[in-house]
């Protein structure tokens, strides 16, 4: 019969050594891929928040300009006595 030998796990500093490895990598790697995810997500929130206020902000800015500029023009016409009908 021949013998099998088993190849045990490295012990000692070696060992830890090995393990440590392993889950470092393990760990990077799990770490990588949720940063990916969560990179994702907060553009994919971005990007939505960002043309929400596009399109709803931007008239309202529009208009607020507007409302001054009527305004600068009646207190010119006051100020310069034209009659504004």
Known sequence: ????KSVAAPGGVKGFLSKAGKSFSAGGIWAKDWAFWA???SGRVGFI?????????????FEIA???QVRMT???CQSTKISVE
Request: net charge positive; hydrophobic share 60%; aromatic share 8%.
């Open 39 to 41: 990179a994702q997500k």
């Open 1 to 4: 019969m021949s013998e099998k």
């Open 74 to 76: 009646f207190l010119f």
């Open 49 to 61: 928040i960002a043309t929400t206020s596009i399109v709803v902000l931007m008239p309202l800015v």
């Open 66 to 68: 507007r409302e001054a």
